[in-house]
């Protein structure tokens, strides 16, 4: 099914959100729980390249990419195609039950891409949270331990034993408890805030490894190689490579969460690649398949045959729909050389900030990596952070059309993930937006 192409330009024919959104806004309110709350004024109505259309006719640019999802845009037409075609074959048999190539040759392309020598093994899922949930168990089985290090400021889903691994009380965790037991917080390394090089941050984090939970309690440290939801942290240079030098002199597993990291995001296949670290496991989901809900554990042979015949698994784990998903992007990030273009993007977000960083101060760290960067604003004088000015752009640049996300621990943080495949202009036009209101609020 061909259709128009999704003129790429932002258009507002209403106010955001116009009477149609407006009207499904209140049966949202009767029908959805309030904890369930979208942010953008906008009921969708098609998505593609860098534009959402919204169900009055605007059209919205999108620099959330549905929180770095849709990477190679969110109707790729070779990924229509892919899912079309599977959906026509067979939508589901369950791997476990009646299995199919296309989840074994996903799997035998993530042994390509993964920065883990040898042979590696994939078990596929559904969620990022449920791929975190699999590599702890599976670390545990490996390394008959069972305590589990997450950092500050880490992000790790939203489910029982993830709430625990994520830093952030409100809304994460706030009434939800008690949390998994054996799972604990270490500090990591935040150059802007910490004022520590790599070395000095990952001496901290391995004295607090060391008495707090003892390596020889300790399964496995999980850790986002730059923190997502924490507000884009890069740790300093050698931080990383530190902390996997450690867990490997002391048979602790180190899992690299990717699920926001990875596919191009960054300018490269993974975090990991860059940082030039060797994780034992590696968590994927969200950029994996265009859009279709797949997530993936990817680990070193021995390590993932430590659980038994039947341990791992689910009903839907690497359905055939989002696989086929998930092979396309995987096309479409090589042909169309995402990872460099990430990097594209990187640089003109990096421009265009350090461009207003000169006259407004309250612009206080630039930061992230390729297609994921970020904007920490702070009070100039105190560093206090100013996490009510950064609501006021994300919900003013949303009425304006443009699809804006915000993050870090104190909420001080823009965040931009646009689809990799975004027009220049289009990327150009949107940061234009938010830096002319962050003008007027001065
Ligand atoms: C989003 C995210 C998760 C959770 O993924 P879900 O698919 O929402 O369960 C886990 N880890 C990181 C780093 C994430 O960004």
Redesign the pocket.
């Known amino acids: 099914m061909s259709r128009e192409p999704l003129d790429q330009s932002r258009k507002l024919v209403t106010e955001l959100p116009g009477p149609k959104a407006r009207e499904l806004h209140e049966r949202l309110e009767t029908y959805v729980p309030k904890a369930v709350s979208p942010s953008t004024p906008a009921f969708a109505a098609r998505a593609e390249g860098g534009i959402v259309e919204d169900v009055d006719g605007n059209r919205l640019i999108d620099l959330g990419a549905g929180?770095a999802v849709t990477t190679v845009g969110a109707s790729h037409p070779k990924i229509v195609q892919a899912v079309q075609e599977q959906v026509a074959d067979f939508t589901h048999t369950c791997f476990m039950v009646t299995p199919y190539e296309s989840y074994v040759q996903l799997a035998q392309r993530l042994d390509g891409l993964v920065p883990i020598s040898g042979q590696t093994r994939t078990v596929l899922l559904n969620?990022?949270?449920?791929a975190?949930e699999n590599a702890v168990k599976v670390a545990r089985a490996y390394t008959g331990k069972q305590a589990i290090a997450a950092f500050d400021n880490a992000?790790?889903?939203?489910t029982t034993l993830?709430m625990g691994l994520t830093a952030k009380n409100m809304p994460y965790k706030e009434s939800f408890g008690p949390f998994a037991s054996e799972t604990y917080r270490v500090p990591g390394s935040y150059p802007y805030r910490d004022g520590l090089t790599g070395a000095q941050a990952a001496a901290r984090t391995i004295e607090s490894l060391e008495t707090q939970i003892g390596a020889n309690q300790l399964a496995a440290v999980i850790m986002?190689p730059i923190q997502?939801?924490g507000g884009f942290i890069v740790p300093a240079e050698g931080f990383l490579a530190k902390i996997v030098e450690w867990c490997k002199a002391n048979n602790v597993l180190f899992i690299a969460?990717e699920?926001?990291t990875g596919f191009a995001r960054t300018g490269d296949w993974f975090a990991s690649t860059t940082e030039g670290i060797e994780p034992d496991l590696i968590?994927l989901?969200?950029g994996i398949a265009g859009g279709m809900p797949l997530?993936a554990v990817t680990g070193r042979a021995d390590v993932m045959d430590a659980v038994h015949a039947g341990g791992l698994g689910g009903t839907y784990g690497g359905n055939p729909v989002a696989v086929a998903a998930a092979l396309a992007s995987l096309e479409v990030m090589e042909e169309e050389e995402l990872s460099a273009k990430a990097n594209r993007i990187g640089e003109l977000i990096t421009e265009h900030f350090t461009r207003i960083q000169k006259d407004d101060a309250r612009v206080g760290d630039i930061r992230g990596r390729g297609a994921m960067m970020a904007i920490e604003f702070v009070d100039p004088e105190t560093k206090e952070p100013l996490a009510k000015l950064v609501n006021e752009i994300a919900v003013e640049a949303r009425k304006q059309g443009v699809i804006t996300l915000t993050a870090g621990t104190y909420g001080n943080v823009l965040r931009f993930l646009p689809p990799v495949v975004i027009d220049e202009d289009l990327l150009q036009e949107g940061l234009s937006v938010i830096t002319d209101i962050l003008a007027q609020t001065k």
């Open positions: 929180i969620s990022g949270a449920e975190v992000y790790h889903g939203r993830t986002e997502g939801e969460d699920v926001q968590t989901a969200k997530s």
